[in-house]
């Protein structure tokens, strides 16, 4: 009995997250949540980099404007990243960012903040949230979107920053911690309202998140996912020493 040629072949894999964009983006569907994930990341990048300018304004030392020009520069660096990736799969940056522009500015504007440390606790709790649910994303994604996502959450620094700026405060003056506790725990019901909000609203998103194209979310998955985000918050204020 003859063997094939080809019988010691592997299968082609039919897993997305073993894929390269080229093969991956053939699906239709596929491509379509993959421009919505990148515009989405896009805009946020580009809000990241307004409000941190807009921050080191209240910054109450040169120093401490100075680290936030610092981190809001890496976020556009960021931003360019994902509209040269847009622009590479000929796609226009700003229709694939317009969809997701309102939701994000309601946000920044329902949760501005009043004062430095404020800024400080949103920028910290805030964009660990959408990193948290990005980086859950990205496990799912095809091996160069995937790359390419995990490249752009990097942390700037704003993460050590923020506990160490917060942490004093509260120890000069302990009074700080309850006011920055209910802060927190306002922006976290925010930022999840607001990203079932966005996911909701834009089918092939929703339908990748829940199974229909990437491998491995279903229904009862995306919920074990919100909870390890919001696990992962608790962590965060315990290190911001507040209660979550």
Known sequence: ??????????????????????????Q???????????????YGELAAFERLAEDAKLAPTLADKAELAKMA??????????????????????AAMEPFARALDDFHRQT???????????????????????????????????????AVLDDTGHGNFAVEKVRAAIEADPRVGGRLALWARRLMGEALSQAQRVVADRDALSTM?????????????????FSRITEAHTKRMAALGLAA
Do not use: C
């Open 73 to 94: 520069s890496a976020e556009f660096h960021h931003f360019e990243r994902l509209t040269e990736r847009l622009t590479a799969i000929e796609v226009e940056p700003t």
């Open 209 to 225: 998140l829940v199974g229909g194209v990437a491998d491995g979310f279903d229904l009862a998955e995306v919920g074990r996912m």
């Open 112 to 150: 501005a903040p009043s004062d430095w440390l404020e800024g400080l606790v949103k920028a910290y709790v805030g964009d660990s949230i959408a990193s948290d649910f990005y980086r859950e994303v990205a496990a799912r994604l095809d091996s160069d979107t995937r790359s390419l996502v995990l």
């Open 28 to 42: 239709p569907q596929y491509r379509a949540a993959v421009v919505d994930l990148l515009g989405a990341l896009a």
């Open 1 to 26: 009995m003859e063997t094939p040629d080809n019988a010691n072949e592997a299968p082609a894999t039919t897993r997305i997250a073993d894929q390269d964009w080229a093969t991956a983006s053939a």
